[in-house]
């Protein structure tokens, strides 16, 4: 898979977002460290807070894959600036990453930026802290 095929796929998760009440579809593409593609979309409820970030809907679908590493994530939002992953899911992402992961933040334009989980979380906590 190339680029352009990463980012359809990540518009393609975000198609499937459920979002009644916020009208926010977020859609993410995770690529692990042994290459295998897992996507995730945010799932609203009547409940707030009680539903799923797209990040975290990804993550849990990599490790049910059995999976535990990710190498890239995009994200991508109706924004114009991109997908820019909230502090929780800052934090998710650090439990399956290191400070080389790259975070691709998209539109449906396209990739709108690019960084380290190192620039988009600095001094992080992480499972070695405990």
Sequence with gaps: ??????????????SKAYVPYSNYPVGVLIITDKGNKFTGCNVE???????????????????MGGESKINQIYVMTKNDEGGIPC?????????FSDSTTQI????????????????????????EHL
């Design 104 to 127: 691709i933040m998209c539109s449906p334009d396209g990739i709108q930026n690019r960084m380290n989980l190192s620039e988009l979380l600095p001094q992080s906590f992480g499972p």
């Design 87 to 95: 502090g929780g899911c800052r934090q998710r992402i650090r439990e």
């Design 45 to 63: 409820n009547a409940s707030y807070p009680l539903g799923n970030c797209a990040e975290a809907s990804a993550i849990a679908a990599m490790v």
């Design 1 to 14: 898979m190339n680029e352009e095929s990463h980012i359809k796929a990540t518009k393609e998760a975000m």
